[in-house]
């Protein structure tokens, strides 16, 4: 496990942009956290560092946000809205998770039938600011945590 105290937004869009450098498609990311805990900004460092300038805002409503970048396929999913667990196969989002993509999903536990993760993230607000930790659940999270090691430290 990765553990990271984040005392600013600055720092929460900093760690998304080193995460960004980690991903590879196929990649399935968990966020975890209570509302307000940082997810959607986490989000928004990783799009930024991949190249999107437009808003990045909270898939609450959409349940999706698409994001097609030349070397990847970002979908970012939010299913706190889900009531029923059931609802995922009704949306239709199955195809999204395939090899050519990166799917980061907040709310995961109200989803049955997701994928498993390959990292699962969770954002815990704490005085001050914000703590991460990171797991990997897979070989392919395992090298892209090690990726992230090495781009935290450099």
């Given at each position: ?26 990649l399935v990311v968990y966020l975890s956290g209570d509302l307000g805990a940082g997810k959607t900004t986490l989000a928004r460092g990783i799009l930024r560092a ?105």
């Amino acid at each position: 496990m990765l553990t990271r105290f984040l005392p600013s937004e600055d720092a929460t869009l900093e760690f998304g942009a080193r995460l960004a450098h980690s991903l590879q498609p196929g990649l399935v990311v968990y966020l975890s956290g209570d509302l307000g805990a940082g997810k959607t900004t986490l989000a928004r460092g990783i799009l930024r560092a991949l190249g999107y300038t437009g808003r990045v805002k909270s898939p609450t409503f959409t349940l999706v946000e698409v994001y097609a970048f030349s070397t990847l396929y970002l979908y970012h999913f939010d299913f706190y809205r889900f009531d029923d667990p059931a609802e995922l196969d009704d949306a239709g989002f199955r195809e999204y998770f395939n090899a050519n993509a990166v799917c980061v999903v907040e709310w995961p536990e109200k989803a049955a039938g997701l994928p498993p993760p390959d990292m699962h993230i969770a954002l815990h607000v704490t005085a001050g600011g914000r703590t991460v930790e990171i797991r990997a659940d897979t070989e392919v999270g395992k090298l892209c945590m090690t990726r992230l090691q090495h781009e935290s430290r450099t």
